[in-house]
Nanobody
Framework: QVRVVESGGGLVQAGGSLRLSCTAS????????MGWFRQVPGQEREGVSC????????YYADSVKGRFTISRDNAKQTLYLQMNSLKPEDTAIYYC?????????????????????WGQGTQVTVSS
């Protein structure tokens, strides 16, 4: 049984930093591309960042480029999202997801339907 669990969310002031973690079990982590998504209640979920199984390629949404960094440790079966210079508009529930394909383009690889396994999410709140 595949299990995906996010952690590291919390409350932070604008300009601050947080690091999210995501552990995945029940799958061969190193064979899966991983992504971070976020959702504000009442709005559609949006792709934030994704990383290829070997960390050889990463993509970011324009809204977070230069502020967020995605990384992974396949030995620990863990995905990370380092979030710096946080803004109130980054407030959302952040989800981690896994997929076993990679198409090599931000528009393709941050597509929500392509991801098979999802976590329950972790809340990030940025106060102004």
């Amino acid at each position: 049984q595949v299990r995906v669990v996010e952690s590291g969310g919390g409350l932070v002031q604008a300009g601050g930093s947080l690091r999210l973690s995501c552990t995945a079990s029940g799958l061969t982590f190193g064979h899966y591309a991983m992504g971070w998504f976020r959702q504000v209640p009442g709005q559609e979920r949006e792709g934030v960042s994704c990383i290829r199984w070997d960390a050889g390629s990463t993509y970011y949404a324009d809204s977070v480029k230069g502020r967020f960094t995605i990384s992974r440790d396949n030995a620990k079966q863990t995905l990370y999202l380092q979030m710096n210079s946080l803004k109130p508009e980054d407030t959302a529930i952040y989800y981690c997801a896994a997929k076993n394909s990679w198409r090599g383009g931000v528009s393709a690889d941050l597509l929500e339907p392509a991801y098979t396994y999802w976590g329950q999410g972790t809340q990030v709140t940025v106060s102004s």
